[in-house]
């Protein structure tokens, strides 16, 4: 059987923060299952050429050493980097291949381990660092800080991953002067925010009410109210609800939209704001809950009709709300008329989105990249469309919310 170079490989994500809690950059993990029919070249050329400017900064990260070798090969690209180990750094022969790929325009991201680094470190060559942090240097960080202690092995311009604490991910950001941050501490940030449920996202709101006044297309409303998942579980509980006094079930944001008009959302949206909040570091939370509903989406087939491409994005959005809202999902989705196919999926993992699902939150979770090829085939899904649909996904992920295309994406 003959492989083609998007079957022969799984494909991740993991989004990175800049110190604005916006998406600056995504690392792409690239694992092989079929090495023989892989070469960077056709990788490449997968992924687009020349990475479009207007999405994220890619960062390639490779597993293989052979795939990684003839990326330096090809032709740079402005908007993507190449993560390397650090130990080639340290070796003559390798360090030189490095580089004369950096006189050649690659842009090359080291990656080392936080507990290698000695105070006052220099990045080799004119490369930046990915600085991995594990738990028990993240505690010991975390005391330090606590302790009024200086971080000397934190320094300005780099990236850091694996911080699962809150305090240090501020402190790198907005201190340190970290490029980004891999990975965001959801789970610490959240713990701290469990008293009551999230508010609505104030910017979000204010992006909205400009676009109603700018009298913008339907699609384009969508797409940014889709932006926060609270916003959209509230304004389909209110199209729904007694006081709405409607005759149908509502259950598509689009429909919602439709029934209120511009006048009755402007002012359900000013009432909302007043009880919002713009707190930047639950930005990373929300939209990292758009992508993976994003991508879900793309895994649907091209061509799908937009009712159905709305109702796997619900499902995927939905499936995660409960970590917002507080509250177990099933009381959730339960005062929502919604559609038996997205119930099944969000709430009892079965029914024709549940492979969409799965695969999507597989493709975001570095820990279960190794199981996407066994996950397609479970689900009956091509691996090769799994990784498309994640590249489809990665080169609008900056600018979906733009006004340039009429169709859902």
Avoid at 54 to 62: D, K, M, N, R
Avoid at 211 to 238: I, K
Avoid at 302 to 331: C, I, K, N, T, W
Avoid at 352 to 381: F, I, K, M, N, W
Wanted: hydrophobic residues 40%; glycine residues 6%.
């Amino acid at each position: 059987m003959s492989h083609t170079v998007l079957d022969s490989m799984a494909l991740g994500y993991q989004p990175v923060w800049n110190p604005g809690r916006q998406l600056a950059a995504v690392r792409l993990q690239v694992l092989c299952v079929h090495p023989e029919a892989v070469d960077a070249r056709h990788l490449l050329e997968a992924l687009g050429d020349d990475w479009p400017a207007a999405a994220p900064t890619l960062i390639l990260s490779i597993a293989s050493d052979r795939l990684r070798r003839q990326a330096l090969a090809c032709e740079p690209s402005e908007n993507l980097w190449l993560e390397w180990p650090a130990d080639d750094f340290e070796d003559p022969d390798t360090e030189s291949l490095l580089a004369t790929a950096e006189r050649r325009g690659h842009r090359l991201l080291r990656c080392v381990d936080l507990d290698r680094l000695h105070p006052g470190w220099v990045s080799p060559l004119n490369s930046r660092s990915l600085v991995q942090v594990d738990a028990a240097s993240s505690l010991a960080l975390l005391q330090a800080k606590v302790g009024g202690q200086p971080l000397p092995v934190l320094m300005p311009g780099h990236l850091y991953g694996g911080l699962g604490n809150q305090q240090l991910a501020s402190h790198c950001l907005d201190l340190a002067g970290a490029w980004g941050l891999l990975g965001w501490p959801d789970e610490d940030l959240l713990r701290s925010r469990s008293s009551r449920p999230l508010p609505c996202d104030t910017a979000v709101i204010d992006q909205i009410l400009q676009a109603v006044r700018e009298e913008t297309s339907l699609e384009h409303l969508e797409r940014l109210v889709r932006q926060d998942p609270v916003l959209v579980y509230r304004l389909l509980t209110l199209v729904n609800s007694a006081a709405f006094n409607s005759r149908r079930e509502i259950d598509s944001i689009r429909h919602a939209l439709m029934m209120l008009g511009f006048t009755a959302l402007s002012n359900w949206l000013l009432e909302q704001r007043r009880q919002g909040v713009d707190d930047l570091d639950l930005h990373p939370v929300r939209y990292a809950m758009v992508m993976r509903s994003r991508l879900a989406q793309h895994l649907l087939a091209p061509g799908s009709e937009d009712d159905l491409r709305a109702e796997v994005y619900l499902s995927a959005l939905f499936s995660q709300l409960d970590r917002l809202m507080q509250q177990p999902l099933p009381d959730l989705l339960g005062r929502l008329p919604l559609a038996g196919r997205v119930l099944d999926a969000a709430l009892r993992q079965t029914g024709l989105y549940h492979p969409l699902l799965d695969l999507a939150a597989a493709q975001g979770d570095p820990s279960r990249l190794a199981d996407l090829p066994r996950l397609c085939q479970e689900h009956e899904y091509p691996l090769e469309d799994a990784n498309r649909a994640l590249i489809r996904m990665l080169t609008t992920s900056r600018d979906h919310t733009g006004k340039r295309s009429q169709r859902l994406l």
